[in-house]
Structure formats: structure tokens, C-alpha cells
């Protein structure tokens, strides 16, 4: 027998129709989780908006009756961002992924929030352009979410994170006013960089319904390369001696030999040796000559480091073919286990090393398999402990290192996240970063925003130092305090 509609699930119905307002079981099980599995909450319903009117109608009636909501597009995140802490309707981007304007010669566009990341740059691509934020999972995240999470992606570290290439939004408020923030010329004369502020804020202070983006011209020329390594070691010696040599290529990424042979088994096959303790991805863009200089230099690098071989793309087929497997990375670990845990950590880059060597000892103490596939020019890893969701035990280990691993990160003056956002996941390392007069400070910012709290409620800024009365995600935290409680008394008795 199906169960009876809630109040909400009955008055959404009949403002929004079948067609935009999702209330089976069946429907909001598909939404009850992003890419941060540990954490899961059936929202009470999901609907489904066309345009900027219709998400402030939705948040005029969830305002009115009091009901938390949250915005979802692709749910790609990998901190439990688009995913309830308390029971709430989720307001899907899917429908709103039109891309509204494009002036190729002011350099930028104004898109609906559910654009898909590389359908802008399939878009403009015959203009010479494209939107250069490139999260690995661009061919299904969505525009609106990479503000939110200030998404970066292999070739940010030379062009910047998301936040970079925003030049404007239209927001719903959790009042449901509309207000603008920037302009196509980016902040207004005076204005406080309320676009800046807004982005990376999770989703916490309103909902994004336009953006205005800033296009990039493509390089003159690209030149990939990719060297493989007898040891982790090399390959991180070589990303600081390029660094250090004064060069920035548009990406620098590592693979270690676990991915390698996760992608080699996988339908994201790029002809990685597989023997490599790790390969080095390196891509330079800019005039031909100077990447014909760089190439070199880079190459006696490699040889410095003792670089097993080194393989140069000579055509665009190669060219994706070495993207593919980095690309298709988190992909291949479904081969590994049923589920993932990709951290997101950061280092300075100096420290990847040390950093590396006390990751795969904390892996082998809590008997994990981890790999790592990572932004090394940025010192942002992302190591990925492969493991099965339906075994409790094993899933106590896995919160327990990542607790630890997050721990060294900022023990070696590094932080928490790089890209990925603090949503659920991080709410207890937020302590571990931050005094508690920055999270009062945080929180205040919020609550100019959202002063009840209904927007996203609970992500990003941990309990304690809340202004709010809001009874906080009381699964997601009793279940990781559980397991680190486990862990600790685990260690005592060790
Ligand atoms: C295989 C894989 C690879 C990845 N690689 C990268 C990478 O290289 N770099 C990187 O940074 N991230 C990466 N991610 C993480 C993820 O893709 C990004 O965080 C992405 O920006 C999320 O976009 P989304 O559309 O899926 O948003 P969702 O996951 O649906 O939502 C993310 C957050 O944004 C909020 N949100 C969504 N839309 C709006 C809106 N319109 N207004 C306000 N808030 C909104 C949600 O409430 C939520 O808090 C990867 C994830 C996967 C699964």
C-alpha cells in the first residue's frame, strides 16, 4: 500500500502539477544521495522549475509553510551538498538549462543555473571560445552547482577556480526576493563583491537562477604530455621543479599505479603503463614557440627524475586520449568496490611528498585500498578509499581515515577542501581549521542571507558555533561520531 501524501507533498501537487512536483517513493529515492554515499536523506519532494519566477514561487510557499529546501543539479557533489540534513524539498536545476545569451565579444555568457559545464564549451566552441573550468565531472555537473561549490578542475590551476569566471548572478533569496548580484562587467561601481561571496557558499544563501560567465579564447596551440614514474616521489619532485623553474602549465595532475590499473581495466582505457608507480599529466598552452621551449625543459626534468617514458600527444585523438583516463578516474574505482570515498585535502605543494607517504600509512592501518589521482600543481589531492557501503565495519574504518587523512592535511598547513566543499561531510573537521570566533563570523554572514535557516540547513559550519536553534542532521552526525568514537577506543586499546 503506498503511503498517504504529506500535507506539503498535497499542496505542492497542486501548485506545481505531476509534471513538476515529484512525490512517489519511487521518484525521491533517486535523490535521497550525491556522490558522498555515507550520507543519505529522502527529501519530502522534488520539484522541478523552468525559470527564476517559478523557484521564487517555490520558495514564497516552502518560506510560508516553514519546510527547509535546498537546491540539487547534477548531485555530483562529493560532500553531501545537495543532500537533506533535515527533511526538505529539493528544488532540481535539471529543467532551467538554457543558455540565454552569448556576446563573443565581450567575452561572456548568461546561462540558466542547469547547464551542463561542457555544453557551454560545445556551445561556443566555433566562436574560438570556452568556459575554462573544468571540474572532471563536467560532462554532467551543472554551472549552478560549480558556483555553489567554487568547483575547480585540472586546468584551473593556471585560469583559476570557478569564482574566477563569474562575472554576475540572479538569485532567489530564502525570502524569495530576486536580487542581482555583478553585472557583465563584474561588480558594479562600488557594489560590495556580493557575486564573489555568493559563490562557493554551498548553497546556503539562496538559489542561483542566471549567470553571467566569463568565455575564454582558446590557446594558440596545446601541448600534452605524459610521463610515467618508478615512483610517487618522482613524480612529485618533477611538479615542484617546474613549478620552481617559472613555468605554469595549464595542468599538472598525478595518477598513482592503483588508478593507472583501475583505468586500464575500464572503459576510460588511455594506454597508461600500467608498471608505473605513478604518471605525470602535464599540459602547456600559449604560442607555439614557447611551448616548443617549455617541452624541452620539462622533458630534462623528466630525466632528471629518471621518468620511465614519456609520451607526447601529437593529435587531438591522443590528446583526449590521455584526458580520458584521468577524466574517467572516479569512474574506474567502481571497479574496485561498490562505493567511494574521494577526499579532498590540499597541501602546499612542497609537502605532497611527506603528505603522500603518511596517507598510505594511515590506508594500510586501517587495512583500506586508497588510490590517489590528484591536482599536484595545486597540492590538491583527492585520495579515494574504495570500499562496501553495506559492510558497517568496513565503513567505520573508512570515516576513521578520512578523519586522520584530513587531519595531516592541515596538520602540514594545508586545508580540508580544495574543491569539493565542506557541505555535510566536513562539518566536524571545520573545527579542526577554524577558530571559533571565524565560524561565529561565518555564521553571521549566513544568517544575513538566510536568517532562518531554511535554505540548505546545517551544511558548511558545524553546530557549536551556530546562532541558530536549528536540531542539526541527526543521522549523518550520530552515525560518523559513532564510528570515530569506535576508532578511538579502537586506537586506545591498540
Ligand atoms: C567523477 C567526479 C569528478 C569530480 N571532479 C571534480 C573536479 O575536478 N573539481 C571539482 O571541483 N569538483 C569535482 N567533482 C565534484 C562535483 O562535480 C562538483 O562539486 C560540481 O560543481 C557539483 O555540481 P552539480 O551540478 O552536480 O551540483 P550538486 O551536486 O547537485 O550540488 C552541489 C551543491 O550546489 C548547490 N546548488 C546546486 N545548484 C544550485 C543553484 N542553482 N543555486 C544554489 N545552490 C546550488 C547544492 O545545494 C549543493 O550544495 C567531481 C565529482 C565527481 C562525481
Redesign the pocket.
Known sequence: MLPPMTAIQSLLLAEFGPEQALVSEAALTAYEC??FTIHKQRPLAVLLPENSEEVQKAIRILQREKVPF?????????SG??TAILPSVVIE?ARMKRILEVHADDLLAVVQ?GVVNSELSRHVAHLGLHYAPD???QAV??I???V??N???PHCFKYGMTTDHILGLQVVLPDGEIAQFGSSCGPRAHEFDLTGLFTGS??TFG??TEITVRLSPNPESILTLLAAFSSMDAACESVEEIVAAGMIPAALEILDQGTIRAVEASVYRAGYPQEAAAVLLVELDGPADQLAQESNEIRSIFAGNSALEVEEALDQEARARLWRGRKGA??AMGRLKPDLYVLDGVVPRTQLVGTLRQIAAIAKKYELTLTNVFHAGDGNLHPNISYDGRDAEETRRVVAAGHEILETCINAGGSITG???V?SEKLDHMKLMFEEADLQVMERVRMVFNPEELC?PGKVIPERSACSEVARWPQMAERIRKAELEADEGRLSN
Not at 535546498?70 to 562529493?78: E, Q
Request: aromatic residues 2%; glycine residues 30%; contains cysteine.
Open positions: 550525491d556522490g535546498l537546491a540539487r543539479g547534477a548531485g555530483t557533489c562529493l551538498g545537495p536545476t543555473p571540474p572532471s565531472s555537473c551543472t549552478g552547482g560549480n555553489a561549490e568547483s575547480g578542475g554551498e548553497g538559489i542561483t572516479f569512474g574543491e569539493h566543499g557541505g540548505n
